[in-house]
Nanobody
């Protein structure tokens, strides 16, 4: 069973919105609740980079380029993390992944986000 299942990606025009979801089927509830979860992305030819994170107590952190446009949230009962992305820009084009922030676990397949006119 995979560690993370990302979904919700797609192709949108600049200014559009998408909502990504990440389920963590292998994490038991206490493990999920006790860990900060993060979204990361990897654009073609670039290294994977941090996008946003949320602690178990819902303290959030964002990379500067997405502040004010992206919102991370979590549903502990569903062991799911979300990323609401608004005002998307071509520079947001990447494969998006989620993972535990403190110590990465095996990566999922990610979900492709393409922003293009």
């Amino acid at each position: 069973q995979v560690h993370f299942v990302e979904s919700g990606g797609g192709s949108v025009q600049p200014g559009g919105s998408l909502r990504l979801s990440c389920k963590a089927p292998r994490m038991i509830l206490s493990d999920f609740t006790g860990n900060a979860m993060g979204w990361y992305r990897q654009a073609p030819g670039k290294q994977r980079e941090f996008v946003a994170s949320i602690t178990g107590s819902r303290i959030t952190n964002y990379t500067d380029s997405v502040k004010g446009r992206f919102t991370i949230s979590r549903d502990n009962a569903k062991r799911t993390v979300y990323l609401q992305m608004n005002s998307l820009e071509p520079e947001d084009t990447a494969v998006y992944y989620c993972n535990v922030v403190r110590v990465w676990r095996p990566w999922g397949q990610g979900t492709q986000v393409t922003v293009s006119s």
